[in-house]
């Protein structure tokens, strides 16, 4: 298995702009989640999904940031418009059967710049 | 408390044993991870215990787990420069998991 693949690696953007991340997650799996981390906050939920359907999005920054899991196999999060303090590295994690009650296997993570 | 807690840093000689604690928060939760993080890599799984056991062994790594202290340990025997990295505590409750801000391992040759 391929794991949890996330795109792009690297993301360095102006402020202002429209950001997407892209994950796909483990074949199988049924929940995913993103987080992001920052030295100063440590790792946060943003939102997850169940069969692709948000359950939990109370970590959601603002408006500015959404989440979306057309199918079982892509996710999006996009950030409209960036600020600097988005600046952060972002993962993705799916699980399998229930969301917290299986490991979360996680990507490798993008890394955000907002300039 | 309301958060996991966990030492920031642990500094060992190669060859000698780490032990990295944990607090966490909740009697009810189920399961009990440890994470490492390698530079610019996401968090791996490396192990992880159900809540009715006290001890878990997988060649280099023991988890011990205190249910009436909520206290959980992970040690490293014969640490080598490749465990070097971040390592994270993990609770899951029915409806979340909380993780710890991660402890830095450093080995020294």
């Known amino acids: 298995d391929a794991g949890v693949i996330q795109s792009p690696r690297h993301e360095v953007t102006e402020m202002g702009q429209e950001v997407t991340l892209r994950c796909k997650p483990i074949?199988?799996?049924?929940?995913l989640f993103w987080y992001r981390q920052t030295m100063m906050r440590g790792l946060e939920l943003l939102i997850y999904?169940?069969?692709?359907?948000?359950?939990?999005d109370s970590g959601m920054p603002e408006d500015r940031f959404s989440a979306k899991m057309p199918n079982a196999s892509f996710s999006t999060l996009k950030i409209q418009p960036s600020e600097p303090r988005d600046s952060a590295v972002y993962f993705c994690?799916?699980?399998?059967?229930?969301?917290?009650?299986?490991?979360?296997?996680f990507g490798n993570g993008t890394r955000l710049t907002v300039t | 408390g309301e958060d996991v807690e966990q030492s920031l840093f642990l500094s060992v000689r190669e060859g000698d044993s780490s032990v990295i604690n944990c607090t966490y928060t909740?009697?009810?939760?189920?399961?009990l991870y440890w994470y490492k993080q390698e530079p610019g890599a996401g968090l791996q799984l490396l192990t992880y215990?159900?809540?009715?056991?006290d001890m878990k062994q997988d060649q280099r790594l023991t988890v011990l787990l205190n249910k009436k202290d909520k206290h959980l340990s992970l040690r490293i025997a014969d640490t080598q420069t490749g465990d070097s990295a971040i390592y994270f505590c993990?609770?899951?409750?029915?409806?979340?998991?909380?993780f710890g801000a991660g402890t830095r391992l450093t080995v020294k040759p």
């Open positions: 994690a799916s699980s399998g059967d229930r969301a917290y009650n299986s490991p979360l296997h």
């Open positions: 909740d009697s009810s939760s189920t399961y």
């Open positions: 999904f169940n069969n692709n359907v948000p359950i939990d």
């Open positions: 993990a609770e899951s409750i029915t409806d979340d998991m909380r």
């Open positions: 215990i159900f809540s009715n056991m």
């Open positions: 074949s199988g799996h049924n929940s």
